[in-house]
């Protein structure tokens, strides 16, 4: 049977087309008010820089060291965005550049985004992981968690960082109708959490969708999606 060029995008297999047209593609797909986040992991400069070039400016990594060697090589107009787990003792690295942290998931990660913020004279944006998968492996917090830190005053007292949103990962899974149920739970949590937030609030972000699941988390309110290998082809993990 023959496979359309759209079916092998959306099943996000084997992209054979450079990575300027992979990010065009998907580019003109997104609607007006969805950021597109390109996430480079593993890819090399060379390879970033041939979405850089062709108007990419967002990237996003997953680990701290490689994102820091990547920064220190690239134009400086860059917005790095760290989308993976962070280990508190490696916030140090990045504070200086980095401009929003995706997977903020407890309160002490928070005051240490903070400290090494002020350092730099900087406020540091965060988004708080949300656990919508019913996967062990995915980090997150619960609603309920989310919601105590941001009404806590301890939170007011930090003032070099700011929360501005939600992030979240539905389970890896074909089952579509359980991707949707997920992403809807975390656009009906980011809207319990706005109403505790003042009205000019920046608590705006909903980081949800990826190259598998973006148009499911786009029709459930995402404002920002994280693709990677849609773009840069499959990863090579050594
Ligand atoms: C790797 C990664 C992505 C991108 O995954 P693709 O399936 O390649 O688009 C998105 N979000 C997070 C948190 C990731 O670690």
Known sequence: MFVGLLEVYDKHKCIEMSIPENLHYIKSSLPEQVTLVAVSKTKSVNEIMEAYDAGQRIFGENKIQEMVDKE?????DIEWHMIGHVQRNKVKYMAEF?????????????????????????????????????????????????????????????NNVAVVGVMGMATFTENTQQVEDEFKRLKMIF???????PKDSKFKIISMGMSGDYQIAISCGSTLVRIGSSIFGERNYK
């Open 72 to 76: 220190a090589q690239m134009p400086k």
């Open 98 to 158: 980095v401009s929003l942290i995706h997977g903020v998931d407890n309160f002490k990660l928070l005051k240490e985004i903070n400290k090494q913020a002020k350092k730099h004279h900087r406020t540091i944006n965060c988004l708080l992981q949300i656990k919508i998968a019913d996967e062990d492996s995915k980090f997150g917090m619960t609603a309920k968690e989310a919601q105590d830190i941001l009404q806590s005053d301890e939170l007011s007292e930090l």
């Open 191 to 197: 809207d319990d959490l706005s109403n505790l937030e």
